[in-house]
Antibody, heavy 127, light 107 residues
Framework: EVQLVESGGGLVQPGGSLRLSCAASGFTFSSYWMSWVRQAPGKGLEWVAN????????YYVDSVKGRFTISRDNAKNSLYLQMNSLRAEDTAVYYC????????????????????WGKGTTVTVSS | DIQMTQSPSSVSASVGDRVTITCQASQGISSWLAWYQQKPGKAPKLLIY???SLQSGVPSRFSGSGSGTDFTLTISSLQPEDFATYYCQQANSFQFTFGPGTKVDIK
């Protein structure tokens, strides 16, 4: 069964740090881009970061640049999100997601989409 | 950065109704658009990718259309299990963006 399981969430004080993990199983982890997406209480979805299969490319939403770092360990089938200088507005459920692709012969390019999601881990930033 | 808008922000509908949700990108994104369904307390679920391709296992009453800047998600005959929030998401580059969501609730 294809599965993603997040862990590492919890309560942290403003300015503190936390490291989230996402364990992948049931698919060849090293073949996929991976994402982190978050959802603040009562709010919509916000994409946070993407990482390429070999970790050579990383992208971040502006609000976390310089504070969060996405990484992966393909030998351990694991994705990580190191979160530093946490703020109250980082309070959210954090989901990891697999980025799948679809080749279009007509358009001669790939389409990307997040097709497998974990159940999420909750991060609360509060004093 | 590419911004996404959705309308309406919420819609009240009855079982059997046809429901249409629109999504607009701030610049052209070809067909790099996906739609997700989310129920309270649950992870999002992929419905549509590449603007109009139905994800495996998703009922055929869901359909997507559009390209460039304007996109539509249609539920042809609303079922009880379809009451949820729907999000569009662009993947024109690896800087993804979600729309703000459309909540479909019971009339």
């Amino acid at each position: 069964e294809v599965q993603l399981v997040e862990s590492g969430g919890g309560l942290v004080q403003p300015g503190g740090s936390l490291r989230l993990s996402c364990a992948a199983s049931g698919f060849t982890f090293s073949s996929y881009w991976m994402s982190w997406v978050r959802q603040a209480p009562g709010k919509g979805l916000e994409w946070v970061a993407n990482i390429k299969q070999d970790g050579s490319e990383k992208y971040y939403v502006d609000s976390v640049k310089g504070r969060f770092t996405i990484s992966r360990d393909n030998a351990k089938n694991s994705l990580y999100l190191q979160m530093n200088s946490l703020r109250a507005e980082d309070t959210a459920v954090y989901y990891c997601a697999r980025v799948n692709d679809f080749w279009s012969d007509e358009m001669a390019h790939y389409y990307y989409y997040m097709d497998v999601w974990g159940k999420g881990t909750t991060v609360t930033v509060s004093s | 950065d590419i911004q996404m808008t959705q309308s309406p922000s919420s819609v009240s509908a009855s079982v059997g109704d046809r429901v249409t949700i629109t999504c607009q990108a701030s610049q052209g994104i070809s067909s790099w658009l996906a739609w997700y369904q989310q129920k309270p307390g649950k992870a999002p679920k992929l419905l549509i990718y590449a603007a109009s391709s139905l994800q495996s296992g998703v009922p055929s009453r869901f359909s997507g259309s559009g390209s460039g800047t304007d996109f539509t998600l249609t539920i042809s005959s609303l079922q009880p299990e379809d009451f949820a929030t729907y999000y569009c998401q662009q993947a024109n580059s690896f800087q993804f963006t979600f729309g703000p969501g459309t909540k479909v609730d019971i009339k």
